[in-house]
């Protein structure tokens, strides 16, 4: 059975946590010169197959081989040795240094004992090019963007002679041009023979890029099929039943005005944002990253101060830079980063869901936890998010569940103007039909919602109107009829808009712009 | 429908596993269960009421400021500044009731006062003033230190009568501190547990910027959160006080990391966002057991120290072992790098004040002292102990009346820091230098370089070796020692079992007294050494050593202390025994040592005279600056002091 291509093959791994079975049986292949995509939901088990492979854990029962021989992977050392590098969702890069030193880090070059700086920086540099990146191997790893740092994590791949790349949902952060670049890389990686694992939730990657595709389901490996395989198909895999429908947006009619943003400004960050979102709306906010989309949403949220402007919830003026005073008029916020902004990871879920009525359950300075706990029990099961208690850490939640805590906080908290950002980066497609199900509950009920996402799709898909931000300012507004990919993007991309050309974002603008 | 993949298999796991997971689950309860496991093997006295008593009395101020210390871990922040803040609640209120007169109920309001200021200064400098906890806390530490210092003058006060019950014991054999440590325990429990502090404290603590951003009050609750542990350290520091019915400015040095590592031991993490009250009294029962079992079993002070340190290791390791197998570790994404920034910045601004602090004390002692008079300096090795308050004093008065400028230093028994002064001392232009040494040994070589100076050393009440004094001014501590033992052999009338209160182990002091003591013993083969335990000159380790060695010997007829603080500690412990049953012989003969002989709880001081030590010192110091000729060694005689003469000992 032994192929002159194969790179990779997994045969009925199993890995058990206690309490849980994380992989019962999980069987996979990679040959050279390959994409194979690997898909399941969070939770499904392919982060724990990886990290197999990254020698992090180590499988209880099942074969691993690699070019056709078994191999026991106990540490990063082994799976380097063999050739085997991972490029993690978050990024494993030591802000402080500099790019060259990241990605010779542990190996840098030496000279008499001391490290050969030139020779580094020009290797660095070789590599940066080879992956087709501008970006000086002096730079700090802290002063670039997320899609720099996925570069400069690829070419310290390269560096390794890698010829097994495993990539963990490397779009779920990129703009749709920054993904493109991302496959042109990855497509002359392909071409050199090297054999990629890619992880994606994104189906429409999967015909753009992938060559075969293994589902895991419930950890088990459930189906390989081709990558042109219809995506119909691959949910049904992933899922284990059929999604009618992607994006289940039901409009209904529009209030009065309920969020109004007027000329909100913070010096050399956002520049005169005036919008309105009325009751029963979602308005969508579009942009690339660094547009300052979420930055204007903690300043309505007062989470972060303004300099000019002002914001009203149902007429009544909000007071700047005062979370509490957000709260009290109605205003909720989904934090763009899940597990850093809007979980307490190591508490309950019961813990996390009673976070934000904390203080009007507190009578004389004690809380009413059994009104809490029915509180959450309530809305726990409202939306559906599955747990083995509500005395389970958030931490070994999937996103999608996660993500269903932090929205289920604000919903017992009756709140009015729900401000979403990026509600569902990094979350399996049926969890996502349920949030978005989640929103269409809310608008029903007369919320107004306002919704960040570097998803296009989703905010064509789930917004009444979409708000277009370009370089800290509203560069359009398009009805849903009016909103495509393409006026979508014309308008991010657009630069100079008003008077103040001087107005510049820096990296953002040249990461944004190139090749459209 | 299934998007996890949780699934439990307990069951196949069955029955043998419950036992392990109850005590996986709780992995300082095991440490503890299996060390007063094996300290009842080892030693027949451990297990016994009296004695579980005492390790709780022993394990109260622990548990008290480890409580305190709880919240503020479990909001992922630290506090060092406890036990300073115990040290100066318990002074403000002995000087407020003792010195001031004011009554002793607004003294210990004042007292408690003093504790909740420090917290709400330490969670003042932490929220507003953004300076990392670890910084604002060890400033406290110091500031709290100093306070209770100056407040006393660096000496003991006696600690009103009334608020001293609380050391005492209830229906004569339930003791005060632990019905204390016990209610601050369920308090603490409770606060954690219903209140809305105590939740925002987990929020806090597990992630503070999704406490934050879900509308808790982060600022606010962390003022409170340190207030509330420096409420928990002034009720740790009348605890303290009320058992040795003195105040000690010294007292509970280094608590603080005893309270910390209480905590930690107890399961709660130093990342914050987990803990328990009962862990935490788990974790000081821990400590308290372990002193309490190696005083009874007589290990030596040297390996004490060493198994405390390996079972602290012990003990967190098996609670990392339970989180292993409870949860895979997942890295935290990077934090934000404005944070580090400003710390930077903070670290920063603290060395520049820190450095034009000391440029001004140093310019202002520098003008103040411009004259042509001799100048001396004085480097004591402690003034936590009345008797080198005492050499001071002698010191200061003789200097004045000669018209030389003093200058008086504090190594608070630390070698290397007195190395620093001596240093220091030879760079500022000195016609001497007198020397206390810390140890004789370790005091050496930095006696060498001073030699080297050329300016002349005087040595006073304990010698430095390998060094060259001009004179050595010391009572005679072999001969002293040899006294005692004849004093206390006489009064047992040759016969009966004692026990030695040794000092600070390595110190020559302790070393001579022991020698001669042992020497002096030779001629009374009817008295028998049952044990020798150290308690390192101190008169709160003096009273819990004694308690120890009593539950292992409890038919002893006299001790010796090898100095008055350890005896007046080691009286506490007796209690109506001393000066009846048992008979305790003391050494320095300080002012509440002799009070003691006076009334009749000590039978005899060895007495010095520390303030003729330090007059003789002066003088002869300013002999040599002068150039004039000095004895080699001055021997200042030493006397039994017993009731009869005591009236001729003034001080």
């Known amino acids: 059975m032994s192929n002159q291509d194969e790179l990779l093959r997994i045969e009925g791994i199993r890995k058990s946590f206690p309490g849980v079975v994380a992989l019962d049986g999980v069987d996979f292949e990679l040959r050279r010169g390959e994409v194979h995509v690997l898909l399941g939901e969070n939770g499904a088990g392919k982060s724990t197959l990886i990290k197999m492979l990254s020698g992090a854990y180590r499988p209880d029962a099942g074969r691993v081989l690699v070019d056709g021989e078994e191999t026991r992977i106990h540490g990063a050392q082994d799976s380097e040795r063999l050739g085997i590098a991972t490029i993690y969702q978050e990024f494993n890069l030591v802000p402080d240094l500099t790019v060259a030193e990241n990605i010779f ?60 790349l495993i990539m963990d949902e490397p779009t779920a952060v990129l703009t749709s041009e920054e993904v493109e670049k991302l496959f042109v890389i990855v497509r002359k990686l392909r071409e050199d023979g090297v054999g990629i694992v890619f992880i994606t939730h994104h189906l429409d990657e999967i015909a753009a890029l992938g060559d075969r595709v293994t589902v895991i389901r419930d950890g088990k490996s459930v189906g390989r099929v081709p990558a ?36 909100l400004t913070r010096d050399g960050v956002f520049h005169d944002v005036s919008f309105e979102v009325r009751a029963g709306e979602v308005v969508g906010i579009a942009g690339l990253v660094g547009a300052g989309r979420t930055e204007v949403a903690r300043a309505v949220f007062g989470a972060d101060p303004y300099d000019r402007g002002s914001v009203s919830v149902a007429g009544a003026g909000v007071r700047g830079n005062d979370v509490g005073a957000a709260m009290a008029a109605g205003i909720g916020l989904v934090p763009e980063d899940r597990k850093g902004q809007g979980l307490v990871l190591d508490a309950s879920v019961k813990e996390n869901l009673g976070l934000v009525t904390l203080r009007a359950a507190t009578k004389g300075g ?70 978005y199900q989640l929103i269409n509950e809310l608008t029903a009920a ?71 | 429908m299934a998007t996890d993949t949780l699934k439990s298999n307990a069951g196949a796991s069955g029955a043998t596993s419950g036992l392990r997971r109850v005590l996986l689950d709780n992995g300082a309860l095991s440490a503890l269960i299996v060390l007063v496991i094996a300290m009842s093997a080892l030693s027949g006295d451990f297990l016994t009421t009296d004695n579980l008593l005492n390790v709780g009395v022993q394990a109260a101020v622990t548990a008290v400021l480890a409580f305190g210390v709880t919240f503020v871990i479990v909001s992922a922040g630290i506090d060092l500044s406890v036990g300073s803040v115990a040290a100066l609640s318990a002074t403000v209120l002995a000087w407020a009731a003792t010195s001031e007169g004011i009554p002793v109920a607004t003294a210990v309001v004042l007292a408690v006062v003093t504790g909740i200021a420090c917290g709400l200064v330490n969670g003042f400098l932490i929220s507003y003033g953004k300076l990392p906890p670890f910084i604002a806390t060890l400033a406290m530490l110091s500031v709290g230190r100093g306070l209770s210092l100056v407040i006393s003058q660096g000496s003991p006060i006696a600690f009103p009568d009334s608020v001293s019950h609380l050391g005492d014991t209830l229906g004569g054999w339930l003791p005060v501190p632990v019905l204390v ?26 992630n503070e910027e999704a406490a934050r951003l879900s509308g808790l009050r982060v600022k606010r609750q962390k003022l409170a959160i340190y207030a509330l542990s420096g409420l928990f350290a002034a009720a740790a520091g009348i605890v303290l006080a009320s058992r040795l019915s003195s105040a000690q400015p010294q007292a509970a040095q280094g608590y603080e990391l005893d309270a910390i590592a ?23 029962l821990i400590l308290a057991v372990l002193r309490n079992g190696l005083n009874l079993l007589s290990v030596s002070a040297f390996w004490q120290q060493v198994v405390i340190g390996v079972v602290i290791a012990l003990a967190v390791l098996l609670d990392s072992a339970r989180r292993k197998s409870g949860a895979s570790v997942t890295s935290a994404g990077a934090a934000g790098g404005g ?26 002692h520098g003008g103040s002292s411009a004259a042509t008079t001799q100048k001396v300096g004085l480097s004591l090795s402690t003034l936590n102990n009345p008797f080198f308050v005492q050499i001071r004093a002698g010191a200061q008065a003789e200097a004045e009346k000669l018209g030389v400028d003093l200058t008086v230093t504090d190594a608070q028994n630390d070698a290397s820091q007195q190395a620093n002064q001596l240093q220091n001392f030879t760079s500022s232009g000195l016609g001497a230098i007198i020397v206390n040494p810390v140890d004789s040994d370790a005091t050496g070589p930095a006696a060498r370089a001073v030699n080297k100076s050329g300016i002349p050393l005087v040595a006073v009440d304990r010698s430095v070796n390998n060094a060259d004094t001009a004179t ?42 022991g020698a001669g003591f042992a020497e002096g013993l030779k001629a009374y083969p009817g008295i028998k050494v049952v044990a020798k335990q150290p308690a390192d000159w101190d008169r709160t380790k003096g009273l819990d050593v004694m308690t120890n060695l009593l539950q292992a010997n409890p038919g002893i007829s006299g001790v010796f202390a090898e100095n008055d603080e350890m005896a007046l500690g080691a009286i506490k412990a007796l209690g109506a025994k001393a000066g009846r049953s048992v008979q305790v012989i003391g050494f320095d003969g300080t002012p509440d040592g002799l009070k003691a002989v006076a009334d009749g709880s000590l039978y005899a001081s060895v007495a010095q005279q520390p303030k003729e030590l330090g007059r003789i010192a002066v003088e002869n110091a300013l002999r040599v600056a002068e150039g004039k000729g000095v004895e080699k060694a001055v021997m200042v005689p030493v006397k039994v002091v017993t009731k009869e003469n005591v009236a001729a000992f003034g001080g």
């Open chain 1, 105 to 164: 880090l542990g190996r840098q070059p030496r000279r008499y004992g001391m490290i050969d700086r030139k020779r580094m920086e020009a290797e660095a540099a070789g590599l940066l090019e080879r992956v087709g990146v501008n970006v000086s191997p002096r730079a700090r790893v802290r002063e670039l963007g997320i899609a720099r740092l996925q570069m400069v994590e690829i070419a310290k791949a390269l560096s390794l002679n890698a010829r097994v």
């Open chain 1, 228 to 263: 042109n395989t219809p995506e119909d198909e691959l949910v049904r895999l992933m899922v284990g039943r059929s999604i009618e429908q992607q994006y289940p947006r039901e409009a209904v009619e529009a209030g009065g005005a309920l969020l109004k943003v007027e000329g």
């Open chain 1, 366 to 435: 004690l809380v009413d936890l059994k009104g809490q706990r029915a509180a959450a029990a309530k809305v726990a099961e409202q939306l559906g998010v599955r747990m083995t208690g509500l005395g389970q850490q958030v931490r070994t939640l999937s996103g999608g569940n996660q993500q269903k805590v932090v929205i289920g906080k604000w919903l017992l908290a009756d709140t009015r103007v729900l401000i979403l950002d990026e509600p569902t980066r990094g979350i399996d497609v049926g969890a996502k039909v349920e949030i």
């Open chain 1, 446 to 516: 007369g919320a107004a919602v306002l919704m960040i996402s570097s998803d296009l799709p989703e905010v064509l898909g789930m917004s009444d109107r979409v708000l277009v931000m370009a370089q800290g300012r509203i560069a359009g507004e398009l009805t849903a009829a009016e909103a495509t990919q393409d006026s979508v993007m014309a308008l991010a991309v657009s630069t100079n808009i008003g008077t103040n050309a001087s107005t510049n974002n820096g990296t953002t603008a040249v990461e944004g712009s190139r090749g459209h």
């Open chain 2, 181 to 206: 440590m016990v209610a601050m325990g369920l308090v603490t429990a409770f606060i954690l547990a219903r209140t809305y502090l105590g939740r925002a404290m987990y929020a806090i603590g597990g």
């Open chain 2, 262 to 284: 209480a905590v930690v031991i107890g399961g709660a993490s130093l990342a914050g966002g987990t803990g328990k009250a009962s862990g935490t009294l788990i974790g000081a």
């Open chain 2, 339 to 364: 944070d580090r920034r400003r710390q930077v910045l903070t670290y920063g601004l603290a060395a520049v004040v820190a450095v034009a602090v000391v440029g001004a004390t140093s310019l202002l």
């Open chain 2, 472 to 513: 050595l001014v010391a009572s005679d501590n072999t001969a002293g020692g040899r006294q005692a033992a004849k004093a206390l052999a006489e009064k047992l009338g040759g016969n009966g079992t004692i026990v030695v209160l040794q000092g600070q182990a390595g110190t020559s002091a302790s070393r001579e007294r």
